[in-house]
């Protein structure tokens, strides 16, 4: 057994001494790479519809220089807009290349996406970072600030001939009567929000379906319709277009109510959307600005007329330090509406379930002046004439 003890300690001292004269490559060294400098052809970008195919702008940075292939180096470039530390940002990966370009449409299209408007100046944040395939060892550059215009692109859905649009189906209370002859009614007419929106308030069944058309009288060319009535997230909002296949579903997630539709053919979606509150069907004018008084059975000649759905007009003679109202069912209080400014702003209501708003005051020179109420924006405006 001694001998034996002796043997394996003679191997064991063997091998000890080997290890110690065999040699051992260090292991290598990667040196870090250093941020990348990033930079744009143009400071600022506001470019003509009629260019939009053109070179927008092209992001060139500088090589961290990692200690690797460079074309296996990966970069990733954000766009955002100012204040948001890139937490929404639209992102490109670029593979080994110091360089990247996008047209004029494709960043146009990434402005609008985040909502800002046509042919209005925003400031706008670029950045880069680059890594490893793997996405190790990440460095940013520099933040750029960019000036940007977004032009006008065309609306998805062709706007209207008549620039107008009317509501028939069974989901409303006016059901299929299509009438042939004008004037047509003024409640059943949507409003124009601005040059590619229109909106309007309507008391829905929560059943049936309805269209929206561009001329009444019989004529049901070119409505509004969508695709496939049957799909659930139609219920609220979706895409629409003209002369699609089927009704707009008129069974709405809130069920019957009072409901605000908005048209949007820039988008070419739409909206509908549950109201606490009733659309008046007719407003009169009363106080002691009115020619009528306080007496809550006001003449005929203040009844206000409206114009499209949602929008109520009246021109009045007034004197200074008199005060209006208005209410929807002479003979009783509520509904009512008012304001607090002789020049137009918040139109206050209470529909019987609440305090009263105040009443306006008429404006401090006399005159004639159209007073302009709409309940698309809950506000009002008191215009000389």
């Not at 600005?289 to 306080?294: D, E, H, K, L, Q």
């Not at 139109?347 to 005159?367: E, K, Q, R």
Request: glycine share 10%; charged share 15%; hydrophobic share 40%.
């Amino acid at each position: 057994m001694k001998k034996v003890f002796q043997l394996l300690s003679g191997i064991t001292l063997l091998v000890l001494a080997f290890a110690a004269c065999t040699k051992v490559d260090p292991l290598p060294s990667f040196q870090n790479g250093a941020a990348p400098v990033l930079t744009a052809s143009a400071t600022t970008w506001a470019p003509l519809p009629a260019d939009s195919n053109n070179l927008g702008l092209r992001f060139n940075w500088t090589n961290p220089n990692y200690s690797v292939d460079s074309a296996s180096v990966k970069y990733v470039l954000e766009i955002d807009s100012v204040g948001r530390n890139f937490n929404k940002a639209v992102s490109r990966t670029v593979s080994g290349a110091l360089t990247t370009s996008m047209t004029n449409r494709e960043l146009n299209t990434i402005l609008l996406g985040f909502g800002f408007a046509f042919n209005t100046a925003y400031d706008i944040e670029v950045r880069v970072t680059s890594s490893h395939a793997n996405n190790n060892e990440q460095l940013r550059s520099n933040v750029l600030r960019i000036r940007v215009t977004p032009y006008k692109i065309p609306p998805r859905v062709p706007l209207p001939g008549t620039q107008r649009l009317w509501i028939v189906g069974d989901a409303t209370t006016f059901g299929w009567n299509n009438p042939q002859n004008p004037p047509f009614p003024a409640v059943r007419e949507l409003t124009r929000v601005d040059e590619t929106t229109w909106a309007g308030i309507f008391q829905l069944s929560g059943s049936g379906s309805y269209l929206i058309l561009p001329q009444l009288g019989n004529v049901w060319d070119n409505k509004l319709a969508v695709a496939n009535n049957t799909l659930p997230s139609l219920a609220n909002g979706g895409a629409f277009g003209v002369n699609l296949n089927d009704n707009f579903p008129g069974n709405v997630s809130g069920g019957a109510g009072w409901y605000r539709m908005v048209f949007d053919f820039q988008a070419g979606q739409f909206t509908v959307t549950r109201r606490t509150d009733p659309l008046p069907e007719r407003l009169w004018a009363l106080g002691d600005g009115t020619a009528g008084g306080w007496n809550n059975n006001p003449p005929t000649n203040q009844e206000l007329t409206q114009l499209t759905n949602g929008i109520f007009q009246i021109t009045m003679a007034t004197q200074p330090g008199r005060f209006i109202k208005f209410v929807s069912n002479p003979g009783n209080w509520q509904p009512q509406f008012g304001g607090s400014s002789a020049t137009g702003g918040v139109l206050g209501a209470n529909f019987g379930s609440g305090g009263d708003p105040d009443a306006i005051p008429t404006p401090a020179v006399a005159g004639n002046y159209r007073y302009t109420l709409n309940f698309h924006t809950n506000r009002y405006t008191v215009e000389v004439q």
